[in-house]
């Protein structure tokens, strides 16, 4: 069974940084995409960003782009998400969740991910 562990959540200040890390254990497997998505409380899961594995194509939410970044380090099977800029609406629960499945477009779709970690939090608050 593959298993995802998220790391590096925290509390920080507004404006301050973060950087997220979803490591991949276990029976090892073809993964087409991972993403971030994250949780509020009261509020469905949504979309952050995501990554094509092989080809390093990276997508993100409107709310997110120019201020965080995903990136991947195959040898390690390890994705991160660099957070700068935070701000107070960016606290929630943070997963990192994957997928075997291909997709000509690329899949935004929390439903669309098979295998997920347990969620790291992240708290921006002065």
């Known amino acids: 069974q593959v298993r995802l562990v998220e790391s590096g959540g925290g509390l920080v200040q507004p404006g301050g940084s973060l950087r997220l890390s979803c490591a991949a254990s276990g029976r090892t497997f073809t993964t087409y995409s991972m993403v971030w998505i994250r949780q509020s409380p009261g509020k469905e899961r949504e979309f952050v960003a995501g990554i094509r594995w092989f080809s390093g194509s990276t997508y993100y939410a409107d709310s997110v782009k120019g201020r965080f970044t995903i990136s991947r380090d195959n040898a390690k099977n390890t994705m991160y998400l660099q957070m700068d800029s935070l701000r107070a609406e960016d606290t929630a629960l943070y997963y990192c969740?994957?997928?075997?499945?291909?997709?000509?477009?690329?899949?935004?779709?929390?439903?669309?991910?098979?295998?997920w970690g347990q969620g790291t939090q992240v708290t921006v608050s002065s």
């Open positions: 969740a994957a997928t075997g499945r291909q997709s000509v477009t690329f899949n935004r779709s929390p439903s669309g991910y098979d295998i």
